[in-house]
């Protein structure tokens, strides 16, 4: 238990579908992040919230939209994805004062998503 | 643009080997490198570095980091199976817009 849950763990879906997947922390991080692990690839930083307000999305293509309603909860929303976004997709959470530090950062166990 | 490598990418060893593990960084205002242990779920957090010389220690792990030359070392002695795995270096960096930039990991096999 990292205290960062993911849901769903798995999940295949049709380029046409349009899914979400979620992630809530239980640390009282005010930082929460979306990163894509593709094999043979570093991992890749997608989205950053800090106290609920985005603060980078590195030119993620608009198929994938971040949602975050509050500091314990993260979406990220997929419609009309392609087979190259198959990959593992993880949460994480930090704690940071006013902007996200970045000092320890947590990850859930990841989202396992395959586009078919 | 910022980059973290890490070296060697894979490496096998037999159990009760000794290994060291490198990372070297290239960031705009470095504020911590951190390394992780990754098996086949989510990276588990091992160390972070923020001072250079200072050497953190857990077990049988321990790392160093050295800001003149902009590395790191992660060593772990009398490995053991249970410490294969994919390990991987993250550096942060950034003022206002802080990132943290990972390598693309260190593949450990231990064998019996």
């Known amino acids: 238990e990292t205290g960062v849950t993911q849901t769903p763990r798995h999940l295949v879906m049709g380029m046409t579908n349009k899914k979400s997947l979620k992630c809530e922390q239980h640390?009282?991080?005010?930082?929460m992040y979306w990163y894509k692990q593709s094999a043979k690839k570093p991992l890749e930083l997608m989205f950053v919230?800090?106290?609920?307000?985005?603060?980078e999305n590195n030119s993620v293509p608009s198929r994938f939209s971040p949602e975050c309603p509050n500091s314990s909860h993260l979406f990220l929303h997929l419609h009309t994805l392609q087979p190259e976004d198959s990959a593992l997709y993880l949460c994480?959470?930090?704690?940071?004062?006013?902007?996200?530090?970045?000092?320890?950062?947590?990850f859930g166990e990841g989202s396992w998503l395959t586009v078919v | 643009e910022d980059k973290v490598v890490q070296s060697p990418l894979s490496l096998v060893v037999h159990e009760g080997d000794t290994v060291t593990l490198n990372c070297s960084y290239e960031?705009?205002?470095?504020?911590?490198l951190l390394w992780y242990k990754q098996e086949k779920k989510a990276p588990t957090f091992l160390f972070m570095l923020?001072?250079?010389?200072i050497e953190k220690k857990s077990g049988r792990l321990s790392s160093i980091l050295d800001k003149k030359e902009l590395f790191s070392i992660l060593n772990i002695t009398a490995t053991q199976t249970g410490d294969s795995a994919v390990y991987l270096c993250?550096?942060?960096?950034?003022?206002?817009?802080?990132?943290?930039?990972f390598g693309k990991g260190t593949l450990l096999t231990v064998n019996p």
């Open positions: 960031v705009t205002n470095f504020r911590s």
């Open positions: 919230y800090s106290l609920e307000e985005r603060v």
């Open positions: 994480a959470s930090s704690q940071g004062s006013g902007q996200y530090s970045g000092n320890t950062i947590y």
């Open positions: 640390l009282g991080h005010n930082a």
């Open positions: 993250a550096v942060g960096s950034g003022g206002s817009n802080y990132k943290l930039t």
């Open positions: 923020t001072s250079s010389g």
